[in-house]
């Protein structure tokens, strides 16, 4: 049960998003700006990234709706290789690239100043950017912000994967908005 009165049908962030529209405005607008983009890291890698951050805060929402949002990004339609980054991403077959970037975003869970300088150079020698370094770091950052939003308020978080499958497709068409319902409405 929420801590505070939340809308009723709005589960994870889109309780607290619906309660403060005036907050939910620039926290959706810096979701966009860090998920919604192919501009150096693929939209699938961006929302990687605030999967496993995610799943380090062991925020249940967050991780699954972001998860779902990758896989319908990267083609994983049983969530399988999703589950197996966030397990260990050191044993899948992600790209060094993107395992070194996971790194630098686990120390960023952790804490910024965990990042090193040795973890920055492995992910420059796998041919990680300096743009997708910066987009790791502030996706990493944000995400810590997200979970601990949506966990301090005690927030509710589905257990049926096709909510999170609906919200999925249209995220992937619409982008971020705290408009719109985790479910197709009855008729």
Same mark, same amino acid.
């Given at each position: 049960?929420?801590?505070?009165?939340?809308?009723?049908?709005?589960? $994870?962030?889109? &309780?607290?998003?619906? @309660?403060?529209?005036?907050?939910?405005?620039?926290?959706? =607008? %810096?979701?966009?700006?860090? #998920?919604?983009?192919?501009?150096?890291?693929?939209?699938?890698?961006?929302? %990687?990234?605030?999967?496993?951050?995610?799943?380090?805060?062991?925020?249940? @929402?967050?991780?699954?709706?972001? $998860?779902?949002?990758?896989?319908?990004? %990267?083609?994983?339609?049983?969530?399988? @290789?999703?589950?197996?980054?966030?397990?260990?991403?050191?044993?899948?077959?992600?790209?060094?690239?993107? +395992?070194? #970037?996971?790194?630098?975003? &686990?120390?960023?869970? +952790? $804490?910024? +100043?965990?990042?090193?300088?040795?973890?920055?150079? *492995? *992910?420059?020698?796998? $041919?990680?950017?300096?743009?997708?370094?910066?987009?790791?770091?502030?996706?990493?950052?944000?995400?810590?912000?997200?979970?601990?939003?949506?966990? &301090? #308020?005690?927030?509710?978080?589905?257990?049926?994967?096709?909510?999170?499958?609906?919200? *999925? =497709?249209?995220?992937?068409?619409? &982008?971020?908005? =705290?408009?719109?319902?985790?479910?197709?409405?009855?008729?």
């Amino acid at each position: 049960m929420p801590h505070i009165q939340l809308p009723e049908n709005a589960p $994870g962030i889109l &309780g607290p998003m619906k @309660f403060s529209p005036q907050t939910a405005a620039p926290m959706n =607008a %810096l979701a966009n700006a860090l #998920l919604q983009t192919d501009e150096g890291l693929s939209r699938g890698e961006r929302e %990687l990234i605030a999967t496993y951050v995610s799943s380090q805060n062991e925020c249940v @929402f967050c991780q699954t709706i972001h $998860g779902a949002v990758a896989s319908a990004y %990267l083609g994983d339609e049983d969530w399988s @290789f999703i589950k197996a980054v966030k397990e260990n991403y050191e044993q899948t077959a992600l790209s060094d690239k993107m +395992k070194a #970037l996971l790194a630098i975003a &686990g120390s960023v869970q +952790k $804490g910024g +100043k965990n990042v090193t300088t040795e973890q920055v150079e *492995a *992910a420059r020698q796998q $041919g990680a950017t300096d743009k997708d370094i910066h987009d790791t770091v502030l996706i990493s950052a944000a995400f810590c912000m997200f979970n601990r939003y949506v966990d &301090g #308020l005690a927030t509710v978080a589905p257990s049926d994967p096709n909510i999170y499958r609906y919200r *999925a =497709a249209r995220i992937t068409q619409k &982008g971020y908005s =705290a408009e719109g319902e985790y479910a197709p409405q009855a008729t």
